[in-house]
């Protein structure tokens, strides 16, 4: 499965994402799963050590331990699979509120409220259904609020990180927004309808000012920020900041 930070691929026992270190939304509740049945094939070995408890004969004992063989098996192929399982009914019932799920999309994004539509599509799909049209979209519309946050941060004095260390996640995170926008060959054309390349051209120019007003960069560092290296961008705004602090 993907990360829904970074779109690295995650094990579903990492807790934290080993390539963007976010929390792992799927961690807790994959530990619930196998909690919970782990104390459900307990509870069943109690009862059959009860029941059996009393009588003494070698074929009673030996249904026993074939039954409790046969639920650590499904123990272990019920945790084996619990995510495969816990998607297969996610996505039934995402298909049945699809229409209801696009329509409130086209409402967000046509409102240009970018924060809300990043944050209902991975609400909404949050298993990797991603199969309609505000795929890209919305996986911008993520990396634009989290880029919007770490802007404003650089003003924060008394926050965990340094300043260096802001501006290297701020540079990975534009960089991912960049990156949602460009069409490939093997992207489905779907995620590129006109009113998408708008919307996109649309948070771009939002990011753009951020930087000018928050950041300190020139309108001409700005309009070339995308061009830039991860490098570059980070040296550029290091320079910006510091230049504003004087």
Wanted: glycine share 6%.
């Amino acid at each position: 499965m993907k990360c829904p930070s970074c779109g690295n691929d995650l094990h579903i026992e990492d807790e934290k994402c080993p390539y963007c270190g976010k929390e792992n939304p799927y961690y807790k509740k994959h530990r619930l799963a196998m909690k919970k049945y782990q104390k459900e094939f307990n509870d069943v070995k109690e009862d059959v050590y009860r029941k059996t408890g009393r009588l003494t004969s070698l074929q009673v004992k030996a249904l026993a331990i074939a039954i409790l063989l046969l639920l650590n098996m499904g123990l272990m192929i019920l945790g084996k699979n619990a995510w495969e399982i816990h998607y297969y009914f996610e996505k039934i019932y995402v298909d049945k509120h699809n229409e209801e799920y696009l329509a409130v999309m086209e409402q967000l994004e046509s409102e240009k409220d970018y924060f809300a539509l990043g944050c209902y599509y991975g609400t909404v799909f949050r298993y990797g259904s991603y199969d309609n049209e505000y795929y890209r979209i919305c996986r911008m519309s993520h990396f634009y609020s989290q880029v919007y946050a770490e802007i404003m941060d650089l003003k924060n004095e008394n926050g965990w990180n340094t300043m260096q260390g802001k501006i290297k996640y701020l540079c990975e995170d534009i960089e991912y927004m960049y990156e949602c926008s460009v069409q490939d060959d093997y992207d489905d054309p779907m995620y590129f309808g006109e009113r998408h390349r708008a919307a996109m051209e649309d948070i771009k120019e939002e990011v753009k000012g951020l930087l000018i007003t928050y950041a300190n960069l020139t309108e001409e560092e700005a309009e070339l920020f995308a061009t830039y290296s991860n490098g570059q961008k980070q040296l550029v705004l290091e320079k910006a900041v510091a230049g504003n602090e004087e």
